[in-house]
């Protein structure tokens, strides 16, 4: 996949996600982070790029990177608070997984151009 086809997907499904976050009620609105659903165009984007620059996709090393540091955090968070309350932890592994998926977009992106 070209780059600015990479580039337009990304841009058509923010703003389509702008638009219906805007229909939404305000209740929803507030819950809906586009940020976080734009993870999966990105993340063909990177599959995409991955296999036409490295002829090998980097999807499941991200994958398996994911999930060890999902292990670390829940081992992590057990032991310095003695639990794990679930909605904090999965804010901010999904947050940081979100911003890993990005870290991993950006290099293969200026790879690409």
Known sequence: MVWYYQL???VLVFLFLVILKKLLP???RRKMRISSLMIIP?????FMTSLTKLELSVIPFLFFGLG?????MTLVYAYVEGEIIYRVFFKSYFRFCALAVYGVFVPLFILSI
């Open 8 to 10: 337009l997907l990304i």
């Open 26 to 28: 305000k209740k929803l």
């Open 42 to 46: 990105v993340l063909y984007c990177i």
């Open 68 to 72: 060890l540091l999902g292990i670390m």
